[in-house]
């Protein structure tokens, strides 16, 4: 699908006038396409507590560069800007010499993003399509791929750009969601030390001249060209700059803004933002998880639980109608999905909720409420004993395939899920359980395993 939608160009992305060197002619390249960017796999809500009131990446970012009077914004937003800020995070680089010496070529990633009928690079892309090439095929060092355009990718340079695979990519929210919901979630990655790609849907006279200023103050009554998209790295926020404020990283040169980044009040910011990304990289060979699971009442209590050998059961039995939040936490980045059964050996998916949204928490430290923050679950008629699984997983688990399995086999609870992750779950030597009257584990693995959490509650009438 995603190849398909190279051929698909709902509007051009691209605006020229005059001489590329002028700041009124500053080349864009972004294709906003709202049908790609909703099959990419959301991030769910994440709760990582009170964010602080400033984050900052702006160390770890290389010089801006120029872009020129070609369409490759996104390259610049995911390989140089993007890409390289996260490799200069984990190698704790915070010189941007030594950062744009090592920094990872647009045009490695662009010349594979393009329309394969884009000779030029002029015509834009979109960024799920640069971020696809990440993925998939990785990106090279600048200095080994510096030509603008048109040069041949080489069996070599593919074999070099593994080293620097994202791991995934992930949108951030809807592109018609509420400017408070894209604010909280472009913050949030952020706050954990991760760069936000964005795609805008409209540049206005005043941004494209935001020559030597420090942050872009729209005129009223200006009219944006609402035709281009444009892309750009978001590499921090202050709440206490400017009435609150992201600071982005263009790809116009350092005669744009002050030195290439310029501040973007938060509504102006959400009000032209289409789209948002949040990459993640590979792991180290040691996988450590962590999490802990939370039942609480509507009433605001805690649904109080005890270890037994191998799942944890509820110390008190539950009436039908009873209503509960299930709330999940992962101290460490883990893909994580949340299965039910009930006495009839009905089992069913919990989380992720439905296709469009990611079973992977990326951040450290996060909690999604289920349902949601705002619904509880309702106990059924179904009398026994309810059981929910929660799996944290180093790896994607085929989930429907596992309860199909589950469903098909006979035994306990335990025992079907045992059989249909078989292999893949991690020993439960390596599992330390909570045994404190909290419901959690932490375990340490050297290879990609699962580790569960069962809950049984015993239902009555």
């Known amino acids: 699908m995603i190849l398909y939608l190279r051929f698909i160009v709902l509007f051009s992305c691209i605006l020229y006038v005059g001489l590329w060197q002028t700041p009124a002619a500053f080349s864009q390249g972004c294709i906003l396409d709202e049908q790609a960017y909703a099959q990419v796999p959301l991030k769910p809500l994440m709760r990582s507590g009170n964010l602080p009131s400033y984050a900052s990446l702006r160390a770890y970012a290389p010089i801006p560069k120029d872009q020129g009077a070609y369409g490759n914004c996104v390259g610049w937003t995911t390989a140089y800007a993007g890409r390289t800020i996260m490799l200069a995070y984990q190698q704790n680089w915070r010189d941007p010499v030594l950062t744009t010496q090592n920094a990872l070529s647009p045009f490695f990633v662009y010349e594979q993003a393009k329309s394969r009928v884009d000779i030029d690079c002029k015509e834009g892309t979109l960024l799920v399509h640069a971020l696809e090439e990440l993925k998939n095929v990785g990106v090279v060092k600048f200095s080994d791929f510096a030509e603008s355009c048109g040069k041949p990718i080489t069996a070599q340079d593919r074999a070099n750009a593994g080293k620097f695979r994202i791991q995934n990519y992930h949108r951030l929210f809807d592109s018609r969601a509420a400017n408070a919901s894209k604010i909280a979630a472009i913050k949030e990655v952020l706050a954990n030390h991760k760069p936000v790609l964005v795609g805008l849907t409209a540049i206005f006279p005043s941004f494209r001249n935001a020559k030597g200023v420090a942050v872009w103050n729209p ?43 310029i501040w973007v009040r938060y509504q102006d910011m959400a009000t032209l933002c289409f789209e948002a990304y949040e990459m993640t990289i590979e792991k180290p060979n040691l996988y450590t998880m962590s999490g802990n699971i939370r039942f609480i009442l509507s009433a605001g209590y805690d649904m109080k639980a005890v270890y037994k050998e191998g799942y944890y059961e509820m110390r008190e039995p539950y009436h039908s109608g009873t209503l509960f939040r299930l709330q999940v936490s992962n101290h460490r980045p883990a893909y994580v ?61 085929p989930i429907e395939e596992v309860i199909s399995q589950m469903k098909r086999f006979s035994g306990t609870f335990k025992e079907r899920l045992e059989l249909a992750l ?21 375990s340490e693995s050297d290879k990609n395993t699962i580790v569960p959490i069962i809950v049984a509650i015993k239902h009555v009438d």
């Not at 790295?233 to 744009?256: E, P, R």
């Not at 078989?422 to 959690?440: F, T, V, W």
Request: proline share 5%.
């Open 337 to 397: 999905y949340v299965i039910g059964a009930d006495a009839v050996n009905k089992a069913y998916k919990i989380f992720p909720q439905d296709a469009h949204t990611t079973p992977f928490l990326g951040q450290d430290n996060s909690t999604v409420a289920l349902p949601s923050a705002e619904h509880y679950v309702k106990m059924d008629k179904t009398i026994g004993t309810d059981y929910f699984c929660i799996l944290y997983s180093s790896e994607p688990i």
């Open 219 to 261: 005129i009223q009554g200006e009219n944006p060209n609402k035709g281009s998209g444009h892309a750009v790295a978001i590499v921090g926020y202050d709440d206490h700059k400017y009435g609150g404020a992201f600071q982005l990283m263009n790809s116009w040169g350092t005669t744009w803004g002050e030195q290439g980044f």
């Open 422 to 442: 078989k292999g893949r779950l991690a020993p439960m030597q390596s599992i330390d359980y909570l045994r404190n009257g909290e419901i959690g584990f932490y």
